[in-house]
Nanobody
């Protein structure tokens, strides 16, 4: 079993910053991808940023230059530093951990944490 625990969401004013954390525990394949997705009300879930265990990172165009994803492989933990937040960043943010093992994909999700950007 794999368990993801997220923290760090909350209410922040436009232009402010927040840092999200996600810690994974359980039986985890060493070669994996951890990332953050978000889902705003009435919209589909979208990728925000992801980081592989090898160190590759990618970002959605809408957050590039404002958000930074980092990970601590020893702790199976990822972080999302969000700066210059905008009202359109308001969403539930979900942590994701996935890997492919013996041709089968394993996909795990956190419970989500609310981020609200509002004055």
């Amino acid at each position: 079993q794999v368990h993801l625990v997220e923290s760090g969401g909350g209410l922040v004013q436009p232009g402010g910053s927040l840092r999200l954390s996600c810690a994974a525990s359980g039986s985890i394949f060493s070669i994996n991808v951890m990332g953050w997705y978000r889902q705003a009300q009435g919209k589909e879930r979208e990728l925000v940023a992801a980081a592989t265990s090898a160190g590759f990172r990618n970002y959605a165009a809408s957050v590039k230059g404002r958000f930074t994803i980092s990970r601590d492989n020893a702790k199976n933990t990822i972080y999302l530093q969000m700066n210059s937040l905008k009202p359109e960043d308001t969403a539930v943010y979900y942590c994701n951990l996935n890997w492919i093992e013996n041709t089968e994909k394993y996909d795990h999700w956190g419970q989500g944490t609310q981020v609200t950007v509002s004055s």
